[in-house]
């Protein structure tokens, strides 16, 4: 290979990597404002000031704040989505659904970015964007489904609105004590409880 066309890709490869660092720091700087102050109270100057960044660097990533919320969200959930396959991949049924739900709430108490993405998937408007919260839902979806199929469970119950009602209080929970989610195992054994009774 003629030294030029090795010279170039070597360049293209130091600038994808400097774009990707760019990238990574504007996610984390924003998700950290995110979480202090929401979608609609983060300014896009202090994500800047956050990251040691220019509105250049941004804008040449991200149009908009929300398109910036949007992108942390999707991130989010492609990580929730790993994050599922590997907590239920050595459990099934209400054993899942215990291990799903602390984890979860492990990796909202310890990683802003999570913090984050529950906090503006609250806020932002349903689009081109992945929820993280769907793949939450789903992962107990599919492992109340093989409670019902082991016989764990009723066959009554409503697998998408339990599973709904859970994700729904452990992210307020978050919105509401942020750090403090991880202690609160006491809101996945009530739920899995009543499971058990129904």
């Known amino acids: 290979m003629p030294e030029s066309i090795r010279s170039t890709r070597g360049a293209a490869v130091v600038r994808y990597a ?7 720091a504007l996610l984390l700087a924003a998700a950290e404002e995110f979480a202090e102050c929401g979608l609609a ?3 896009v100057m202090r994500v ?5 960044l220019s509105q250049g660097a941004m804008y040449h990533h991200f ?8 992108a942390l969200a999707t991130s989010r959930a492609e990580a929730w989505h790993q994050s599922a396959e590997v907590m239920s991949a050595h459990s099934r049924g209400l054993i899942a659904i215990d291990r799903l739900c602390v984890g979860f709430s492990e990796q909202i108490a310890s990683d802003v ?3 984050a993405a529950v ?7 349903s689009g081109s964007w992945r929820d993280p919260h769907e793949e939450w839902r789903s992962a107990i979806v599919r492992a109340l489904q093989q409670s019902i199929a082991d016989g764990e469970v009723s066959e009554s119950v409503d697998t998408h ?5 859970l994700v729904a209080r452990a992210c307020a929970l978050a919105l509401a004590s942020g750090t403090e989610l991880a202690g ?3 809101v996945w054994t009530e739920a899995i409880s009543s499971l058990r009774a129904s």
């Not at 906090?119 to 408007?125: C, G, S």
């Open 18 to 24: 400097k774009s990707q660092v760019t990238y990574d």
């Open 41 to 43: 109270g983060a300014r």
């Open 48 to 52: 800047l000031r956050r990251a040691g």
């Open 63 to 70: 149009t908009s704040k929300d398109d910036l919320a949007r």
């Open 113 to 115: 970015r999570d913090r």
């Open 119 to 125: 906090r503006v998937a609250h806020e932002l408007e």
């Open 161 to 165: 609105r339990f599973a709904d009602g």
């Open 184 to 186: 609160a195992g006491h």
